[in-house]
């Protein structure tokens, strides 16, 4: 069974950090491409960041320079490192686990994660 688990939210103060995990089980983890997606109230959930499973990273435009993903393939987890913090970042965050053979597409999501900056 496949369990994706975030951890790391919570409240902070606009220009602070906070570091959000993505533990994965039940699944080769080194084969997903693993993004951190985010959705505000009223708002459609968008993708936040992603990483290849070759380690390639991208970034929606308004957190370049400002997070950071990195995957532990060793202990099948993922980070998001937040930094500069605004208060336009509050949202749930969920972890997505996505690989796609010809024929099939797996796609998995943790049960999010509250991140709320204050001002």
């Known amino acids: 069974q496949v369990q994706l688990v975030e951890s790391g939210g919570g409240l902070v103060q606009a220009g602070g950090s906070l570091r959000l995990s993505c533990a994965a089980s039940g699944m080769t983890f080194s084969i997903y491409t693993i993004g951190w997606y985010r959705q505000a109230p009223g708002k459609e959930r968008e993708l936040v960041a992603a990483?290849?499973?070759?380690?390639?990273?991208n970034y929606t435009d308004s957190v370049k320079a400002r997070f950071t993903i990195s995957r532990d393939t060793a202990n099948n987890t993922v980070y998001l490192q937040m930094n500069s913090l605004k208060p336009e970042d509050t949202a749930v965050y969920y972890c997505?686990?996505?690989?796609?053979?010809?024929?099939?597409?797996?796609?998995?999501w943790g049960q999010g994660t509250q991140v709320t900056v204050s001002s």
């Open positions: 997505n686990a996505r690989n796609e053979i010809p024929g099939r597409i797996y796609n998995f």
């Open positions: 990483v290849s499973r070759g380690g390639s990273p």
